[in-house]
């Protein structure tokens, strides 16, 4: 039997299971997400941009914790490949737990700032405000928020030996 590389571990059939298992799921829900949020933008570039300019910064934000959130997704479904012959490639699942989780703190930033962004720009709206706006503009930010951290810990636990 040859010798194995020193940055691959040996893993436990359930635990190989379980990785191979939990990545696509939890990556397909991160892009799921994403489209949720692609649509939030789209409602609130058609709605309410005309109405206060200054709703273009939270579309921004929301734009850029699109991005992270795909990213996410695809990386998340990548997690498939830290795993071969029942190995844990050490290197790889180091580098893609700390890029979920750098992911995951830009994504917090985004959400928080989209939200005070959102708030701020309906505050200086002249005529009434019902609460659709405030919904699309920070249910799935917060949402995409908590799960990104979920998964984030979930992936961490998972590839950690």
Not at 8 to 28: E, S, T, W
Not at 85 to 108: K, P, S
Not at 139 to 147: K, M, N, Q, R, S
Request: glycine share 10%.
């Amino acid at each position: 039997m040859p010798a194995q590389q020193p940055y691959y571990r040996p893993l436990d059939p359930v635990r190989v299971r379980r990785i191979v298992g939990n990545a696509m799921p939890l990556g397909l829900g991160a892009l799921v997400l994403g489209v949720l949020l692609v649509g939030a933008v789209v409602y609130l570039v058609s709605a309410w941009v005309a109405k206060s300019p200054l709703l273009v910064m939270t579309v921004g934000t929301e734009g850029a914790l699109t991005l992270i959130v795909l990213m996410f997704g695809f990386l998340t479904t990548k997690m498939r490949s830290t795993v071969s012959n029942g190995h844990l490639e050490m290197v790889a699942a180091t580098a893609l737990r700390r890029n979920l989780l750098v992911l995951w703190n830009f994504g917090m930033v985004l959400a928080c700032l989209g939200c005070l962004t959102l708030v701020i720009g309906l505050s200086l709206v002249r005529t009434p405000v019902g609460a659709a706006p405030y919904l699309a503009g920070t249910l799935p930010a917060l949402v995409a928020a908590v799960y990104l951290g979920f998964v984030a810990a979930s992936a961490s636990r998972l590839l950690r030996v």
